[in-house]
C-alpha cells in the first residue's frame, strides 16, 4: 500500500471518529452545541486537526447531518426495502424508525433535535434539514401511491396525509420515550399506525391489529 493510500485511510479513520463524536453529542445537546474546542476535547484531538477535517462550526454541523442521514438510511430505509412495495414496506419503514436510535447506539433522535433548533432559523442547516425531511415524506408517499396501485388502500387517506400523520406519531413516540420515560411508547405508536393504516384501507375498526413490535 502507498503512503498516500496510507494517509487517506487513517483521515477517513479520523473523520470517521469525530463524526461519531458529533452525532452522539447532538442527540444529546443538539446540533448548536458541536464546537471545534469540544469535539478535539472529546476526541483527544487537537484543534487545529479537526480544522483539517472541518473549517468551521458550520461545516461540522452539516458534515454530522449528513452522517446522520446516512445513519438512518441504513438503518431504517434500506432495511425495508426487503419488503414489496407498499402498504407492507410502509409497515417495515415504521417499525425500524421505531428502533433506529437504539440500533444505531443513539441516546435520542438527533433529527428531531434538529427539527428543534432549526425550523425556524433561516440558513444552510434549516436548508439541509428541509431537504431531508421533504425526501423521506416522499418515500412514505410512493409507497401510500403503490399501495392504492395495488388495491391496497382505498384512497381514503392522501399519501400527503399519510405522510403527516406517519411523522406525528413517530414524533409522539419520541416525545413519550424521551421526555416522559413511557415504557409503552412504542407500543402505542404501532397501535397508532395500525389505525392509519385500516383507515387508509378502508378497514373498519374491530379489524385494527398493532403489528407486533420489532426487537433490536
Not at 477535517?53 to 425495508?80: C, N, W
Not at 381514503?156 to 406525528?168: D, L, M, R, S, W
Not at 413511557?182 to 403489528?211: C, H, N, Y
Request: hydrophobic residues 45%.
Amino acid at each position: 500500500m502507498s503512503k498516500s493510500a496510507t494517509t487517506a485511510s487513517k483521515g477517513e479513520l479520523t473523520r470517521a471518529c469525530i463524526l461519531d463524536a458529533a452525532v452522539q453529542q447532538a442527540a444529546l445537546a443538539g446540533f448548536e452545541a458541536l464546537t471545534i474546542g469540544g469535539l478535539a476535547s472529546q476526541t483527544g484531538l487537537s484543534k487545529s486537526g479537526l480544522f483539517a477535517h472541518f473549517g468551521s462550526k458550520e461545516e461540522l454541523q452539516l458534515a454530522a447531518l449528513d452522517e446522520v442521514v446516512r445513519r438512518f438510511i441504513e438503518t431504517v430505509y434500506q432495511p425495508a426495502l426487503a419488503a414489496p412495495a407498499g402498504r407492507a414496506r410502509l409497515s417495515a419503514l415504521f417499525a425500524h424508525w421505531l428502533q433506529w436510535t437504539k440500533r444505531s447506539g443513539l441516546p435520542a433522535c438527533p433529527m428531531m433535535s434538529a427539527l428543534g433548533e432549526y425550523d425556524s432559523q433561516p440558513g444552510p442547516m434549516r436548508d439541509a434539514l428541509e431537504r431531508e425531511m421533504r425526501r423521506l415524506d416522499a418515500a412514505i408517499a410512493e409507497n401510500v401511491n403503490a399501495a392504492m396501485a395495488l388495491g391496497e388502500f382505498s384512497g381514503a387517506v392522501t399519501p400527503q396525509q399519510f405522510a403527516f400523520e406517519t411523522f406525528g406519531i413517530i414524533a409522539s413516540c419520541y416525545r413519550s420515550r424521551i421526555l416522559y420515560q413511557d415504557p409503552e411508547s412504542g407500543t402505542q405508536a404501532q397501535l397508532a399506525f395500525a389505525r392509519l393504516l385500516a383507515a387508509a384501507a378502508g378497514e373498519t375498526p374491530a379489524s385494527i391489529v398493532a403489528p407486533p413490535t420489532v426487537r433490536p
